[in-house]
C-alpha cells in the first residue's frame, strides 16, 4: 500500500547459459582462494536497517561527510556495481570454482551457497577495504555480525579459485578496472563462514 506521491520500482532479467559453462559448487575444495571484488558502496541491500539507524530524515540525508566526499544521501544513491564484464574477462582465462554475489544476507548467507555441505569460508576481516558508509550505519550501535549479516560490508563478489589461478584471476580483475583482492581461503568444516 502507497500513500500519495510515493511510487517503487523494480526490474528483473532473463538470461541464458550454457548448461557446461556455468559455475556451482562442484569444484569448490579445500585450499581454494577466496577473492573479493569491491562494491560500490551498500548497493540495494539493507535499507530498512539503514533507515532505523540513521533516524533518515531530509535534515539527516543532507549532512555533508568529508569521508565520502558528499552527502549521506548521495553515498546511499551510489548504483550498484555490476560486475559482468570483470568476470567475463576473468573466465577468459581462469575457470572459477564458486562466484557469490554479495546480496542482501551479506557474508553469512550468501558465502556459503556456493560451498559444498562439507566446506567452510575463512575470512579475513583486515584483508577487506574500509567503507566509510557502513561505519557510518553501524555507529556503535549495530553489532559487527549483524553488518556483516545485512550488508555487503565493501565486498560485492566472492569468487573461489584454485591456489594455481589466483594471480591470474586478481591480475583479470584488476585489468577491468576492478578493485580486488585476497580475502579468504576454503577450509573443511562445517558449512558456513568465519570471519576472523
Do not use: W
Not at 33 to 51: D, E, K, T
Not at 101 to 113: C, M
Request: with cysteine; proline share 5%.
Amino acid at each position: 500500500m502507497y500513500q500519495p506521491d510515493e511510487y517503487d520500482v523494480a526490474g528483473f532479467c532473463v538470461g541464458m547459459a550454457d548448461k557446461s559453462k556455468l559455475v556451482d559448487s562442484a569444484n569448490v575444495k579445500v585450499g581454494d582462494i577466496l577473492l573479493g571484488v569491491q562494491s560500490s558502496g551498500v548497493h540495494s541491500n539493507g535499507f530498512s536497517l539503514i533507515r532505523k539507524s540513521l533516524n533518515v530524515s531530509k535534515e539527516r540525508l543532507n549532512v555533508y561527510v568529508g569521508d565520502f566526499g558528499k552527502t549521506i544521501g548521495e553515498e546511499l544513491l551510489t548504483p550498484t556495481k555490476i560486475y559482468v564484464r570483470a568476470l567475463k574477462n576473468m573466465m577468459q582465462s581462469v575457470r572459477p570454482h564458486g562466484i557469490s554475489h554479495i546480496t542482501g544476507g551479506g557474508f553469512y548467507e550468501n558465502i556459503p551457497r556456493m560451498l559444498p555441505a562439507e566446506l567452510h569460508a575463512k575470512i579475513e576481516k583486515a584483508a577487506l577495504p574500509r567503507m566509510p558508509i557502513f561505519d557510518v550505519i553501524a555507529d556503535g550501535r549495530i553489532p559487527e555480525r549483524d553488518m556483516f549479516n545485512t550488508f555487503n560490508m565493501g565486498i560485492g563478489l566472492c569468487i573461489a579459485v584454485s591456489p594455481d589461478d589466483a594471480d591470474k584471476a586478481l591480475a583479470a580483475l584488476r585489468g577491468s578496472g576492478e578493485t580486488a583482492m585476497v580475502m579468504g581461503e576454503v577450509t573443511a568444516g562445517d558449512a558456513g563462514i568465519t570471519i576472523c
